[in-house]
């Protein structure tokens, strides 16, 4: 999964090119949020770098919007043409970057549930081949070139350290810290705990995944109990709601002998507000899902 920053065009090396003028407006912090989410991307970035980034498309966006925006307000002969572009370009300058703050945040938590998704499965692989008599370093190599999406990415990062000259169990170490999945961090803690003490990594491997079954199993429980909920929600805004929507709107412009334009105008939005909380659910229910299934 590539990290690419919303509403632009170029590579990061070329973005942090062009956005040196910007950085000089940017207060410098050691800790933030967002320099976290940017080291569990691991990007090579700074918060400054990022900030800069961010104010420089805000300025870009706003400039082009307005401009845009005001020369279509003015051929079709609004009123306050230049005051209301200048709102609106304000307004959908902000969302773009909000939405570039928040995407760093936004990409760890992707690329944590896909390292949670394809773990015990690694693991359960990692076990046969330990247990046919493979060595540990082996058995990472085969990892790192499996289809396991960010999690052979992570495996084959620390391959190249190791063959590299660095020692196996600083390179786990080092990986444990780097990685916002915690499910992962624990696992590797096990591995290099258990290569601290010479232990047989076949019974640590099982043993991380007898913990993370117990914990998926919890997981599921806890899904189930979120799930009753939102169905009552769901079955009260996207079915009862608008059919009873439906019926009152049928009797009102019966007996007012509404217009049929502003009718068909209000059916049209009963129906967009109905597809508008489908999707909405459906996005609940994908974000409620448990990271290790």
Same mark, same amino acid.
């Given at each position: ?63 082009? !919007?307005?401009?845009? /925006?005001?020369?279509?307000?003015? *051929?079709? =002969? &609004?009123?306050? #043409? ?5 709102? %609106? ?40 081949? !330990?247990?046919?008599? /493979?060595?540990?370093?082996?058995? *990472?190599? =085969? &990892?790192?070139? #499996? ?5 052979? %990415? ?56 007898? #913990? ?82």
């Amino acid at each position: 999964m590539k990290f690419r920053i919303p509403f632009t065009f170029s590579d990061i090396a070329g973005l942090k090119k062009k956005s040196k003028f910007f950085s000089r407006y940017i207060k410098h912090r050691r800790e933030t949020k967002l320099g976290d989410s940017l080291k569990n991307a691991d990007i090579s970035m700074t918060r400054e770098e990022y900030l800069s980034i961010s104010l420089r498309t805000f300025v870009i966006a706003f400039i082009f !919007l307005y401009i845009f /925006i005001t020369t279509i307000l003015i *051929l079709i =002969n &609004i009123k306050f #043409s230049f005051l209301l572009g200048f709102a %609106l370009s304000i307004v959908f300058s902000f969302f773009v970057l909000f939405s570039q703050l928040v995407y760093p945040k936004i990409y760890v938590m992707r690329r944590q549930r896909n390292i949670d998704k394809n773990l015990i499965s690694a693991l359960e692989d990692m076990l046969v081949q !330990l247990d046919s008599g /493979i060595p540990l370093f082996s058995v *990472l190599v =085969n &990892i790192s070139s #499996s289809g396991y999406g960010e999690l052979s %990415l992570e495996f084959k990062k620390a391959v190249k350290k190791i063959n590299a000259g660095i020692p196996e169990q600083e390179v786990i170490e080092e990986l444990s810290k780097s990685n916002p999945s915690p499910f992962f961090k624990r696992t590797l803690w096990q591995i290099s705990n258990g290569m601290n003490a010479g232990s047989n990594m076949s019974i640590v491997i099982r043993d991380s995944i007898k #913990s993370l079954n117990e914990e998926q199993m919890i997981q599921i429980q806890n899904y189930g109990n979120k799930l009753n909920p939102l169905i009552v929600f769901y079955m009260l805004i996207a079915v009862i709601i608008p059919a009873l929507s439906i019926t009152f709107l049928t009797i009102i412009s019966s007996m007012l002998g509404m217009p049929k334009n502003i009718t068909t105008v209000l059916f049209l939005t009963l129906f967009v507000f109905v597809i508008l909380i489908q999707i909405m659910f459906l996005g609940i229910i994908k974000s409620k899902r448990p990271s290790l299934l």
